[in-house]
């Protein structure tokens, strides 16, 4: 991981796109452009608080005086928070446990129609014709 001190910020810009030719162009987007070392970088946002939000981070890192990754653009602390536990794996590991836990059936789960079966026969309930 190559790392710089050297960045500067630039100002937020502002993307649109005019649906028909005289037509009031509308906001599409917002992106965030920076350099780290002499590389440019970008980021785009739906919004111009989310954009502003990054830039702050951005911002403030670099005013800790922390490094920042040439390659990724971002400073050292946002690319290990990147870098965490993937949520969704994670939660595919914990699942496949309490499956092979409780001998196949995800726990909590039940037949999908099973509250739609008489307590007692077990057949299906059927709704009155009006």
């Known amino acids: ?4 001190y ?10 649109t796109r005019a649906d028909k030719p005289g ?4 906001v599409v987007s917002h992106t965030v452009r920076w350099t780290v070392g002499n590389r440019e970088k970008s980021q785009t946002f739906k919004t111009k608080g989310l954009a502003e939000g990054f830039l702050s981070d951005l911002r ?3 005013k800790k005086g922390e490094a920042f990754d040439v390659d990724s653009g971002l400073p ?22 309490l499956v092979a836990s409780s ?12 509250r739609h079966r008489h307590p007692r026969s077990g057949r299906r309930r059927t709704r009155p014709t009006v």
């Open 60 to 62: 403030q890192a670099a």
């Open 1 to 4: 991981m190559t790392t710089s």
């Open 23 to 26: 037509k009031k162009p509308r």
């Open 6 to 15: 050297k960045v500067k910020f630039w100002d937020i810009r502002t993307n």
């Open 103 to 114: 001998g196949g059936q995800v726990p909590g789960r039940h037949d999908r129609h099973s």
């Open 76 to 97: 050292a602390s946002m690319v290990k928070a990147k870098d965490g536990p993937d949520l969704v794996r994670l939660r595919r590991h914990v699942r496949s446990h």
